[in-house]
């Protein structure tokens, strides 16, 4: 089958090059007058490799489409692939091993366990999967995102910044292919935000993963290789090499 669309390219198919791909992916929220057509046929894909942000008006779709992409929610048509894997296709039980094994996730809000430290919050998706992983893969994953040191702190005893990126440990320690981002600097001042973008730019330049990242924040943007604006449901293009002037003003053009 062949997708086309905005940044995907007229005919080009679910090949190895395209870490995600969706096809006329639609979404619908509720019944008879209260139906809400979050998503309506969206057609884009995700290079391997890359660093993508998606960025709307509040309500365009964006989570949405996230969630869709993650496999955290099924669309109501369409399909969703993680490489080559039609995971619209997946039962719940094979859903949950991908998302698992594939896909890792960060939110805004952190949603770190307050109860447990550094160390044990980044393995618990390993356990959760009945894995006991060693100490040492543990800690190379808390050195990668900086916080090789804060190992034994629990999230009240790290910054909001630290907390964040415990969370981008937590959602690497799979080696996933792709990591979806929700608003990952929703609630970091500017400093923190900057370590958490420059740690999430590194997670594509060095590690070669994929990293797709919605944002409301023109310059949070400006550290992806692309912007896909989403407004109503739908794709209303896209830019390579954003600059927070060019994001802004495209920004502000979708909500004129
Ligand atoms: N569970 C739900 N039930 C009903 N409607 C929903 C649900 N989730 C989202 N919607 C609706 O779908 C549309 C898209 O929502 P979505 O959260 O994807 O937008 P968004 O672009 O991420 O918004 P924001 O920037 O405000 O977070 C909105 O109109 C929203 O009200």
Same mark, same amino acid.
């Given at each position: 089958?062949?997708?086309?669309?905005?940044?995907?390219?007229? /005919?080009? /198919?679910?090949?190895?090059?395209?870490?995600?791909?969706?096809?006329?992916?639609?979404?619908?929220?509720?019944?008879? &007058?209260?139906?809400?057509?979050?998503?309506? *046929?969206?057609?884009?894909?995700? +290079?391997?490799?890359?660093?993508?942000?998606?960025?709307? @008006?509040?309500?365009?779709?964006?989570?949405?489409?996230?969630?869709c992409a993650a496999?955290?929610?099924?669309?109501?048509?369409?399909?969703?692939?993680?490489?080559?894997?039609?995971?619209? +296709?997946?039962?719940? $039980?094979?859903?949950?091993?991908?998302?698992? &094994?594939?896909?890792?996730?960060v939110f805004q809000?952190? !949603?770190?366990?307050?109860?447990? !430290?550094?160390?044990?919050?980044?393995?618990?998706?390993?356990r959760l999967a009945?894995?006991?992983?060693? =100490?040492?893969?543990?800690? %190379? %994953?808390?050195?990668?995102?900086?916080?090789?040191? =804060?190992?034994?702190?629990?999230?009240? &005893?790290?910054?909001?910044?630290?907390?964040?990126?415990?969370?981008?440990?937590?959602?690497?320690?799979?080696?996933?292919?792709?990591?979806?981002?929700?608003? @990952?600097?929703?609630?970091?001042?500017?400093?923190?935000?900057?370590?958490?973008? *420059?740690?999430?730019?590194?997670?594509?330049?060095?590690?070669?993963?994929?990293? #797709?990242?919605? $944002?409301?924040?023109?310059? %949070?943007?400006?550290?992806?290789?692309?912007?896909?604006?989403?407004?109503?449901? %739908?794709?209303?293009?896209?830019?390579?090499?954003?600059? #927070?002037?060019?994001?802004? &003003?495209?920004?502000?053009?979708?909500? *004129?």
């Amino acid at each position: 089958m062949s997708v086309t669309g905005v940044g995907v390219g007229v /005919g080009v /198919g679910v090949g190895v090059e395209q870490a995600v791909t969706l096809s006329a992916v639609a979404r619908l929220y509720g019944r008879g &007058e209260r139906r809400v057509s979050a998503l309506r *046929g969206v057609d884009c894909a995700f +290079a391997r490799g890359s660093f993508t942000a998606v960025m709307g @008006p509040s309500g365009s779709g964006k989570s949405t489409l996230l969630q869709c992409a993650a496999g955290l929610d099924r669309p109501t048509s369409g399909r969703v692939f993680i490489g080559r894997t039609d995971i619209s +296709a997946l039962t719940e $039980t094979e859903l949950t091993k991908l998302r698992r &094994e594939r896909i890792g996730f960060v939110f805004q809000s952190f !949603n770190l366990m307050p109860s447990l !430290n550094a160390r044990k919050n980044v393995a618990l998706p390993l356990r959760l999967a009945g894995q006991r992983p060693g =100490r040492a893969r543990v800690d %190379a %994953a808390l050195r990668q995102v900086g916080l090789g040191d =804060r190992g034994g702190h629990r999230p009240a &005893e790290l910054s909001g910044g630290q907390q964040q990126r415990v969370a981008v440990a937590r959602a690497l320690i799979s080696r996933p292919e792709v990591l979806f981002a929700d608003e @990952p600097t929703g609630a970091l001042d500017t400093h923190s935000s900057r370590e958490v973008l *420059g740690l999430l730019r590194s997670v594509v330049d060095q590690a070669g993963q994929t990293v #797709v990242m919605v $944002t409301h924040d023109p310059v %949070a943007a400006s550290w992806a290789d692309r912007v896909l604006f989403l407004s109503d449901g %739908a794709v209303h293009g896209e830019l390579a090499g954003p600059t #927070v002037a060019a994001v802004s &003003e495209h920004l502000a053009r979708l909500s *004129g």
